[in-house]
């Protein structure tokens, strides 16, 4: 069975430095590219970060990049999120997906396994 | 103010068929595919429909997506009361190089 488990939420600062981790089993992590998406509470979905299965391509929204970095550790069956300088707007339950591609071809992706999602909140 | 733009909200009666568009440009749902999201109340989002118009196992058939050109659509027959729930669209985007949601579309059941 596929599980995605965040953890490293928390009420931090702004300014501060927070670093969420997911911890993944049931399936060939290092096989599969990953995602963070985070939702502001009682809205919508936003994508923040992308990473490749080898780490060689990576993605950042326009809203954190410079601030946020996105890893991971193919050994250790875990994704990453570093998060720094953060935002009032940064306040969010943070969800890790994972992406898989349509079997028939053509480049076709999706989010086909997400966990439960911890919550930041950026707060003085 | 999302990318991908969907209605806020749509309802229906038990047994009705619903449809939810969600509206992009060239650079994602029209050079790439949509994937649906189903969001129960204080859930996870589940993947609803991916590459357009494909159910994972075990999503019932009552649930089809579509698209053409710019726009997709959900469409949701036979409406039960546990379709209520928010539902999003999502596409890659080859601008921004990054995927983009729709704002998410609130299902009521009467």
């Known amino acids: 069975e596929v599980q995605l488990v965040e953890s490293g939420g928390g009420l931090v600062k702004p300014g501060g430095s927070l670093r969420l981790s997911c911890a993944a089993s049931?399936?060939?992590?290092?096989?599969?590219?990953m995602n963070w998406v985070r939702q502001t509470p009682g809205k919508g979905l936003e994508w923040v970060s992308s990473?490749?299965?080898?780490?060689?391509?990576?993605y950042h929204a326009d809203s954190v990049k410079g601030r946020f970095t996105i890893s991971r550790d193919n050994a250790k069956n875990s994704l990453y999120l570093q998060m720094n300088s953060l935002r009032a707007e940064d306040t969010a339950v943070y969800f890790c997906?994972?992406?898989?591609?349509?079997?028939?071809?053509?480049?076709?992706?999706?989010?086909?396994?997400w966990g439960q999602g911890t919550l930041v909140t950026v707060s003085s | 103010q999302s990318v991908l733009t969907q209605p806020p909200s749509a309802s229906g009666t038990p047994g009705q068929r619903v449809t939810i568009a969600c509206s992009g440009s060239?650079?994602?749902?029209?050079?790439?595919?949509v994937n649906w999201y189903q969001q129960l109340p204080g859930t996870a989002p589940k993947l609803l429909i991916y590459?357009?118009?494909q159910r994972p196992s075990g999503v019932p058939d009552r649930f089809s997506g579509s698209k053409s050109g710019t726009s997709a659509s959900l469409a949701i027959s036979g409406l039960q009361s546990e379709d209520e729930a928010d539902y999003y669209c999502?596409?890659?985007?080859?601008?921004?190089?990054?995927?983009?949601f729709g704002g998410g579309t609130k299902l009521t059941v009467l």
């Open positions: 049931g399936f060939t992590f290092s096989s599969y590219s």
């Open positions: 997906a994972r992406e898989s591609l349509d079997v028939r071809g053509g480049g076709k992706y999706y989010f086909d396994y």
């Open positions: 590459s357009n118009n």
């Open positions: 990473i490749s299965s080898s780490s060689s391509y990576i």
């Open positions: 999502a596409a890659w985007d080859d601008s921004l190089n990054g995927w983009v």
């Open positions: 060239s650079s994602n749902i029209g050079s790439n595919t």
